[in-house]
């Protein structure tokens, strides 16, 4: 597969009104389990054979307490099957020296997205990079971005059934979600589902323990290579659209 995203946490260190993941609409913020999500990453790849980029977010993914060891894990049990492994950031963090070991060790990219011209940690986010700078952690800088309205749950599009295809066709979508043991077509639906309630529908997504269970390992990679390239239920597309 190409793409695949993890949440690892719901916490974060901005409170953005229109997160992307809907985490300042959850509850209660946390840090998803270290045991549960390294079941996730073992789920996956005993039916997919390879990930070229394996992204790992949040929330705040530098603040997970127990990052060391996610990113560890899936270095040590699976870097032979991914081409990089990349952790996205916001820059407001103050990272520890053995955390920046372990990200230097286990060949972890960062990509960071700058919200400086709306929050500000501008001196917060230069000593990660003089940081990095120094460790020779490899980053990208993301500082024009373009965000996106989801629709959900404020501005819904109401598209007809027969527009619906289309959409999702061309939401420009890159990458799909892998939490809790099943794959979604985008993290925006698993960050509402998990934050705010959103009730996903069986047929919107692919459980892993369900296909290992039911199908022989070639008719569950097939089943998953089908579902990634659009050929996602009878409808063609998740109800989250």
């Not at 946390?30 to 789920?43: A, C, S, T, V």
């Not at 929330?59 to 492994?85: T, V």
């Amino acid at each position: 597969l190409s793409k695949i995203d993890t949440a690892l946490t719901s916490r974060c260190t901005l409170n953005c009104r229109h997160c992307a993941m809907f985490v300042t609409s959850c509850k209660k913020q946390e840090d998803y389990p270290l045991d549960e999500l390294k079941r996730n990453f073992d789920l996956l790849f005993d039916v997919v054979d390879y990930v070229l980029e394996y992204t790992l977010f949040g929330g705040e993914p530098m603040i997970h307490k127990d990052l060391i060891s996610i990113l560890m894990y899936l270095h040590e049990k699976y870097g032979n099957r991914i081409g990089r492994i990349v952790l996205i950031s916001n820059g407001k963090a103050i990272v520890k020296e053995d955390l920046l070991n372990t990200i230097k060790k286990c060949n972890v990219i960062l990509s960071i997205s700058d919200y400086t011209d709306v929050h500000d940690y501008g001196s917060i986010l230069n000593k990660l990079l003089d940081e990095l700078n120094r460790y020779k952690i490899p980053y990208y800088f993301n500082k024009e971005m373009e965000w996106k309205d989801h629709g959900y749950p404020d501005n819904p599009r109401n598209f007809k059934p027969d527009e619906m295809r289309n959409h999702l066709k061309a939401c420009g979508h890159t990458t799909h979600s892998f939490n809790k043991g099943r794959l979604y077509w985008c993290d925006a639906n698993y960050g509402a589902e998990i934050n705010t309630g959103y009730k996903t529908q069986l047929d919107d997504i692919v459980d892993f323990e369900v296909l290992k269970e039911k199908c022989p390992v070639i008719d569950a990679k097939q089943r998953v290579f089908a579902y990634c390239m659009g050929y996602i239920n009878e409808n063609g597309y998740p109800s989250f659209c």
